[in-house]
């Protein structure tokens, strides 16, 4: 209930009151200076207000279309201007994708994600895609794609398609972009955003931690997600997956307790909307994906792969939920 119409906690703090739009990077860096128990209680005690502290939505991720992108984003393996880069596929058929959503559903996910290296779709195939967002949705699972740029008209033909959620990173903070994207402004990435929220569809927007940025760029990417007009239903936090070839394949580790710091301070930022704990748990301990639900997050990606990079085994996601005693939301009948 991401709306906010029900309240999980006994606390009489009005909703409006927590939920803000005019959040600086000062605000922001404030929360990150604050001791870990203090801003965990903080993000606990918002986390109640909004969800059940025990649920955590399950969402399954396919690429659809792999390899041989256009753009040069330093963290990504699929782009074809890296020295080594993954082989260039073509875009999977619709049968095929419905069966993946159809194992998925099985496994327990609620929600199916699809995902196609492209700079931007071109119109047949985002008719195709379409037609796997119809096949999808019959199986009673959540849909989302990620495809790149949109314009107005191919946001809302996603739209009458049925499509749940677009999911479009601004990556890292205004300030840091440049350093790691050079072929897509940070402007284009608001634009296809704000296409998206016209055409009436919910908005998946996150970033990475561990590209090279300083605190302040982290505090300056949460301030971009949670001052939006309307904050992004879902908010994938990810961990750099550092993958030979590309430019970022020695960055330096990222502090397991400043990544849950970075998980709380979203859930502190954006209290209604899913924190998602996505990239980068094959590489989490047991205990730091504790303290990142303690923190609020409650949606992870569920599945052997997030597109190119390896995520943790299903059997050890069941087993590590089950020793927290969590459960899973269900995808509904279709």
């Known amino acids: 209930m991401a709306d906010g119409s029900q309240i999980h906690s006994a606390t009489s703090t009005p909703v409006s009151s927590v ?21 965990l209680y903080r993000a606990q005690t918002l986390h109640r207000m909004f969800f059940d502290p025990t649920e955590i939505q399950i969402s399954t991720l396919l690429s659809i279309k792999t390899g041989g992108c256009p753009e040069d984003c330093a963290y990504c393996p699929q782009s074809s201007r890296h020295e080594e880069r993954v082989q260039a596929e073509k875009l999977m058929a619709v049968e095929k994708v419905v069966a993946e959503a159809r194992r998925a559903k099985e496994a327990g996910a609620a929600r199916f994600c699809m995902g196609a290296a492209w700079r931007s779709p071109k119109d047949h195939d985002l008719e195709t895609v379409c037609s796997m967002i119809k096949g999808v949705k019959t ?24 499509l749940d959620y677009y999911n479009h990173n601004i990556d890292t903070s205004p300030e840091f972009y440049g350093e790691i994207i050079s072929t897509r402004t940070y402007q284009e990435r608001l634009d296809t955003l704000a296409n998206v929220r016209d055409a009436g ?11 090279g940025e300083g605190e302040s ?21 990810n961990l750099l997956v550092k993958v030979a070839g590309t430019p970022l ?16 301070v979203a859930r502190v930022t954006m209290p209604a909307s899913h924190v998602r704990l996505a990239a980068g748990r094959e590489n989490m301990s047991d205990e730091t994906q504790a303290l990142c639900f303690l923190a609020g ?8 792969r997030l597109l190119t990079t390896p995520n943790p ?22």
């Open 139 to 162: 199986l009673g699972l959540e849909t989302c794609v990620t495809l790149g740029m949109l314009d107005d008209a191919q946001a809302h033909r996603l739209k009458d398609a049925g």
């Open 249 to 264: 394949a020695s960055a330096e580790e990222v502090d397991p307790l400043d990544f849950v710091r970075m998980i709380a």
């Open 201 to 211: 569809i919910n908005v998946c927007c996150g970033g990475i931690v561990g590209m």
């Open 297 to 304: 997050a409650n949606s992870i990606f569920y599945g052997e």
């Open 19 to 39: 939920l803000r739009h005019d959040w600086t990077r000062a605000d922001v860096q404030a929360l990150l200076d604050l001791p870990f128990p203090e801003l």
């Open 217 to 237: 760029d982290r505090a300056g990417m949460i301030a971009a997600l949670a001052s939006m007009p309307k904050h992004p239903e879902s908010v994938p936090i």
């Open 313 to 334: 085994a299903a059997t050890r996601d069941r087993q590590l939920l089950d020793r927290l005693g969590l459960r899973t939301t269900v995808a509904t009948s279709a």
